[in-house]
């Protein structure tokens, strides 16, 4: 239905062809990123019975960051106790 919509607008006024590209893309760079955060992100538990806190199985060289500019974490030390 949207769709649809859409199409016939971008055959109407070709100029907003690229305006429906940037927001479709966007769009689903958003969902793609939200996607990342929910599965990778060590403050999301999912499996509350095997892993009720991920966020204390993690070392101090996993990278969990989307980017790190200046901070290598191959060098860091364990600074915090074990539970």
């Known amino acids: 239905m949207v769709l649809g919509t859409v199409l016939t607008h971008a055959k109407k006024h070709p100029a907003l062809i690229p305006l ?6 966007g769009g689903v760079g958003a ?3 939200l996607m990342r955060l929910a599965m990778f992100n060590p ?7 095997n892993n009720p806190e991920p966020w204390n199985k993690m070392s101090p060289s996993d990278q969990y960051k989307f980017v790190s500019i200046n ?4 060098r860091l ?6 539970f």
């Open 20 to 25: 429906f590209v940037i927001i479709g893309s």
């Open 31 to 33: 969902g793609l990123y």
């Open 43 to 49: 403050d999301v538990s999912w499996d509350k019975k």
């Open 71 to 74: 901070m290598d974490y191959s």
């Open 77 to 82: 030390k364990k600074d915090r106790p074990d």
